[in-house]
């Protein structure tokens, strides 16, 4: 659905953030890999993060 990347440090650390809807469901994937051509995403842990795109995606309250 969504897409931001967040760059650490100029040598090419960053955070990537995918915003999905997954099995009717919102998920947070994070990458957190560092510089190179492989993607690693893993559900995010960040409660604040996800609790927030739940509430978006369900219209209620942020």
Known sequence: MAIYNHD??????????LFCWHKQKPIVLVDESG???????HVSQDKSLNGSFSNIMYGENI
Do not use: R, S, W
């Not at 650490?8 to 953030?17: A, I, N, Y």
């Open 8 to 17: 650490l440090t100029k040598d090419g650390q960053h955070k990537t953030f």
């Open 35 to 41: 510089k190179g051509n492989v993607v690693n995403l």
